[in-house]
């Protein structure tokens, strides 16, 4: 067996970076103590306990940030450190996997958490009729075997270099064996907050754990308060008046207005954050490789990166791989709007021109509306008649996406390029929001999922991600900084999370009240 670093495997290629726009000197030392109250978008009516349906921060932040543990957690720089498993070996094929399970860890309600629990947590995933987004991970394990009650081994259907780090999927939360509906009804976990109240929509209000196996190192508040506050206005609002201490996404067009604020910041971090439009490729016309393309160059990168993120990201190319990924292909040819090139493209599709519904609402990302709304503008001088659909906020993730043939979207992007297209581009895979099944892509994703050989690895991600640039079926026009902003009062560390907004969703167990 090899042993594999909990902080050296497969690190991403770009450590998150942080600016703070006010100039403040860095914060003192974190303290114990005090009420952390964020405003916080992506709550629905239907939230629940259970990982398997989560998707926007409101959820991740209170489950795996602060009620849930998962065995591996991915550290502010990117690289990944043990949770509930404090260290981890590969057999030398990285097909069989041993964890070594903390001892001592116990649930919000007594119980010692150990193997069992693992087992069953993950056995959730792929129970019969589970509609779970971690499913291709947890379906990967042809086998898992208790070793002793703190040592769990999975053997996995082929190699995987990258298994530690999916274990620290927000969807893969440790539940207490024998009870798990009672947890998911209740919000029973191992965390470093336990559950005072929750209303699914509004709000969550937990509590910090004393005695808890992270000790001094994590988790300075002493209540945490989440309010749900999907309305971008009336989160900024919240902030100004000192309803909430800190807000995720704000509205780049009123920056100026929290800037100008003497007790507020504003928290600036790059990572691999996507504003995409996925299309159902199985679905007339986007079953055709000429109208993708078309779609492709009737798009204007660069004047979204201007008018949506007003400079806060960079022009995507159509693959999901991103700066902050360790092979991100940063030579390929960058797509470029251009009008000529898409009516090509409409005519090799039989078509001298294209009437097509997109569906948009700021829901799917802060000005995915006005994004819809410049696509339209630019598509139409190829004869690509766009018409905006604007969709309720409200259930926009259950009743649009990955139902609606072509829509708004975002992604936070992974830590890795296989957590990534497992995902989202796998054949079959239910959060594969473009239906993608491209044969030569599927062969790569499995040869390059278990190539241990960084170099062979590097040039077969390099050819997924041509392969998506020019025939996929989501189109991907700019990466986005994380940007949120605070109150003066809470400390945060100088290195942030760039896998998720607001600290990889994990500000209760990192942040302070300076």
């Keep these: ?173 440790m539940y207490p064996a024998g009870m798990i509906e009672e947890a998911i009804a209740k919000g029973i976990g191992t965390g470093l907050y336990a559950v005072q109240s929750f209303e699914p929509g509004v709000r969550m209000v937990a509590k910090r754990v004393d005695d808890h196996y992270k000790g001094d190192t994590a988790g300075f508040f002493d209540e945490i308060e989440y309010i749900a506050i999907n309305d971008t206005t009336a989160r900024m609002n919240a902030l100004l008046t000192g309803q909430v201490d800190a807000i995720n996404r704000i509205d780049f067009k009123t920056e100026a207005l929290l800037k100008a604020n003497p007790n507020t910041r504003i928290q600036e971090v790059t990572g691999n954050q996507q504003y995409t439009f996925p299309m159902l490729s199985k679905t007339a016309p986007f079953d055709d490789v000429n109208v993708r393309r078309a779609l492709k160059y009737g798009i204007n990168r660069q004047e979204m990166v201007d008018k949506i993120l007003l400079g806060h990201g960079q022009v995507g190319n159509d693959t999901p791989i991103g700066p902050a990924n360790q092979y991100y292909a940063s030579d390929l040819e960058q797509l470029s709007y251009d009008p000529d090139k898409a009516s090509f493209y409409l005519k090799e599709a039989g078509l001298s021109s294209l009437d097509i519904d997109l569906s948009a609402s700021n829901a799917a990302f802060e000005g995915a509306v006005d994004a819809a709304q410049l696509y339209q503008s630019s598509a139409k001088g190829a004869g690509i008649n766009i018409n905006v659909v604007q969709e309720p906020a409200d259930g926009y993730w259950s009743n649009v996406w990955l139902k609606k043939p072509w829509c708004a979207c975002y992604w936070s992007g992974r830590a890795t390029e296989d957590w990534m297209f497992s995902t989202a581009y796998e054949a079959g895979a239910p959060w594969n929001d473009s239906q993608w099944d491209h044969p030569r892509f599927q ?5 390059a999922r278990a190539e241990l050989d960084s170099n062979k690895r590097r040039d077969q991600y390099r050819e997924m991600q041509e392969i998506l640039r020019t025939d996929g079926a989501v189109i991907i026009p700019m990466f986005a900084n994380y940007v949120q902003a605070l109150s003066n009062k809470v400390g945060t560390p100088e290195t942030v999370g760039n896998l998720w907004q607001m600290d990889n969703g994990r500000m209760a167990e990192r942040w302070w009240m300076s």
């Excluded at 919000?108 to 069992?116: E, L, Q, T, Y």
């Excluded at 993950?122 to 291709?136: D, F, M, Q, R, T």
């Design 1 to 173: 067996m090899t042993r594999i670093s909990r902080r050296g495997l497969l690190k991403t290629g770009a450590a998150a970076s942080v600016l703070a726009a006010t100039g403040m000197p860095l914060m003192a030392a974190p303290k114990r103590g005090g009420r952390l109250r964020a405003g916080l978008s992506g709550a629905n009516t239907s939230d629940s306990w259970d990982g398997r349906t989560h998707s926007d921060l409101f959820m991740i932040a209170s489950a795996q940030g602060a009620v849930f543990d998962s065995l591996t957690e991915v550290a502010p720089n990117g690289s990944l450190r043990g949770e509930l498993a404090e260290s981890w070996e590969a057999s030398a094929d990285a097909k069989t996997w041993t964890f070594n399970l903390r001892k001592g860890v116990k649930f919000h309600n007594g119980k010692d958490f150990g193997a069992d629990d693992v087992i069953e947590s993950l056995n959730i995933h792929v129970a019969e009729g589970a509609k779970s987004a971690a499913k291709p991970i947890v379906s990967s394990i042809v086998e898992t075997k208790k070793i002793t009650d703190h040592q769990v081994q999975f053997t996995l259907e082929a190699g995987n270099a990258d298994f530690p780090y999916l274990m620290s999927d927000y969807h893969i939360l």
């Design 443 to 447: 062969e790569l994703l499995i040869t």
